[in-house]
């Protein structure tokens, strides 16, 4: 048996079997519930993240809560070594009463994949193999708990569709909320996006500052360079800088450059 349409959810929904073949078996399992609390992460330096806090604080959009976080990430080398960034991010809460919730029939392993008010997405949710005792099988399971996660940098297409079919809820109990600590780096890491826009305009003024990359990123074994250009998105957003090491020059992205420390280099103007 493999299903092939999507499965609309209820309130009775917990385990749903979307796939039991002789080669495979996977399995979504739900928490029992009327409704799903979506949280759908934002950088907090992108203009996303202010739209949205707009749209909820001029009631135009229903949001169960704001959270600050401080957002990690894992890359992967073409080597295989890895390596983690992180940055400044907002978590809105959407609670999503299931009856508006559809299963799609796909072996996401560890991302499941729904549609809500007909747009899709993607869950990052735990997962791993199972094993059946009477049949000696195994396979993979997912679980959705009653808070799950988005991937960070969803739409505002996508999240103004989910909020359309949202009801109010308050955030849930258990949140993790940024310490002292936490909430001061979150400041300095916003605080960055402002550090690059002046470090950006003395380059484009024709000075050709420092640049200190930030932690898993090098320029053939340098983590500093002198900047050469700096081009621009159709936005004006910055999209790469040119950026000279041991006499060769590299195309470095905004989010590879450590901004404090460059900044820290040279004497930046008001």
Not at 161 to 184: C, F
Not at 212 to 222: K, P, Q, V
């Amino acid at each position: 048996m493999k299903v092939t349409e999507p499965i609309q959810l209820t309130t009775e929904t917990t385990l749903v079997v979307l796939e039991d073949t002789l080669e495979n078996r996977y399995t979504v399992k739900f928490a029992a519930g009327e409704n799903l609390m979506l949280v759908c992460g934002q950088d907090a330096r992108k203009p996303i993240a202010k739209k949205l806090h707009e749209l909820i604080m001029k009631n135009k959009m229903t949001c169960s809560g704001v959270v600050n976080a401080l957002m990690e990430f894992k890359h992967c080398r073409r080597s295989g070594s890895k390596f983690w960034t992180s940055c400044p991010g907002k978590e809105f809460y959407f609670c999503v009463p299931k009856s508006q919730i559809k299963l799609l029939p796909v072996q996401g392993l560890s991302y499941v994949r729904l549609e809500i008010n007909g747009v899709e997405v993607i869950l990052n949710v735990s997962g791993g193999t199972t094993y059946e005792k009477e049949t000696s099988r195994s396979g993979w399971g997912d679980w959705v708990s009653d808070v799950a996660h988005t991937f960070v940098g969803m739409p505002l297409k996508k999240i103004k569709a989910i909020a359309e079919v949202a009801i109010p809820a308050g955030t849930p109990e258990g949140i993790k909320r940024l310490d002292a600590n936490e909430q001061k780096k979150w400041e300095e890491m916003v605080n960055d996006k402002n550090l690059q826009a002046v470090v950006v305009r003395t380059i484009a003024e024709g000075n050709r500052p420092q640049i200190i990359l930030a932690e898993g990123f090098s320029m053939g074994g340098n983590k500093h360079g002198v900047a050469d250009s700096v081009s621009f998105g159709k936005t004006k957003r910055v999209k790469d800088l040119i950026v000279l090491a041991n006499g060769y020059p590299y195309r470095i992205k905004p989010s590879q450059v450590d901004w404090e420390k460059s900044a820290a280099l040279f004497a930046i103007p008001a």
